[in-house]
């Protein structure tokens, strides 16, 4: 019986390069100097720090340019409010979103339910939901459904087999 596996991950490796594409540009930046401008990466966060909310948000687009670049979806991206930090500065912190969390991963299998094509079954395994059914055809529809809506979290698909 042909399945198929929904999945939601983020290449780290290609975040911690962004992160560090990010910080030599606002190193180098002639707006960033002496704004105390930082990008770190901390396990499943990402520390943004600079003088001012303006430049904060400046710090933000830098970094999300070096993502899209390095094809790592914003979706995976939770920023946190802005914070008042020491000595005047402001700080936020984004968290790393990775795995379908088990709200998501009932709206992934009711929206499978309810726009896919009849004979599919889909289940939660985990942070991820297995799609199986009879036909490759019918998959292959679902798959296309769920490329289509909006879920919030980036979505790839994984394990086709037949």
Not at 14 to 43: C, G, P, W
Not at 64 to 72: F, I, S
Not at 92 to 113: F, H, L, P
Not at 131 to 148: H, M, W
Request: a neutral charge.
């Amino acid at each position: 019986m042909p399945s198929f596996d929904v999945v939601s991950e983020v290449d780290m490796q290609e975040v911690r390069n962004a992160v560090d594409q990010a910080q030599r540009e606002i190193s180098q930046r002639f707006d960033f100097k002496n704004t105390n401008s930082s990008v770190e990466l901390k396990d499943a966060t990402i520390e943004l720090r600079s003088v001012s909310e303006d430049r904060l948000n400046a710090v933000r687009q830098v970094l999300e340019e070096k993502l899209v670049k390095r094809k790592v979806s914003l979706k995976a991206l939770d920023h946190g409010k802005v914070e008042e930090a020491a000595g005047g500065t402001a700080r936020q912190v984004s968290t790393i979103v990775a795995g379908i969390s088990s709200d998501k991963a009932r709206e992934v299998n009711r929206y499978i339910k309810e726009n896919g094509p009849k004979g599919i079954q889909s289940q939660t395994q985990g942070d991820q939901v297995r799609v199986t059914g009879k036909k490759r055809d019918d998959l292959q529809t679902v798959i296309a459904a769920l490329k289509e809506h909006d879920f919030g979290i980036p979505l790839q698909f994984q394990n086709f087999r037949d």
